[in-house]
Nanobody
Framework: QVQVVESGGGLVQTGGSLRLSCAAS????????MGWYRQAPGKQRELVAT???????NYADSVKGRFTISRDNAKNTVYLQMNSLKPEDTAVYYC????????????????WGQGTQVTVSS
């Protein structure tokens, strides 16, 4: 099994910064893409940023230039540095890890963390 755990959320003022962390652990053959989604009250879950195993990144237009995704493959950890935060960034942020596992068979799966709350006050 694979476990994904996020941390680093909190309450900040407009213009502030937060750094989210997400660690994957368990029985994994490999980890491919990792990323972050968010869900604000009354809205659908939306993609924030992704990063491949090779370091290629992708960002939602709404966060480009403000957020930076990175990863430490040795620690199976992905980070999201969030700068110049806006009230519109308020949401629960969910980390995912796209993993290949070998038990009970060779399979690909997307594993999700429990979410961490980010609140940006105006």
């Amino acid at each position: 099994q694979v476990q994904v755990v996020e941390s680093g959320g909190g309450l900040v003022q407009t213009g502030g910064s937060l750094r989210l962390s997400c660690a994957a652990s368990g029985s994994m053959f490999s980890i491919n893409t990792m990323g972050w989604y968010r869900q604000a009250p009354g809205k659908q879950r939306e993609l924030v940023a992704t990063i491949t195993g090779g370091g290629s990144t992708n960002y939602a237009d709404s966060v480009k230039g403000r957020f930076t995704i990175s990863r430490d493959n040795a620690k199976n950890t992905v980070y999201l540095q969030m700068n110049s935060l806006k009230p519109e960034d308020t949401a629960v942020y969910y980390c995912h890890a796209d993993c290949t596992t070998t038990q009970p068979s060779l399979r690909w799966g997307r594993y999700w963390g429990q979410g961490t709350q980010v609140t940006v006050s105006s």
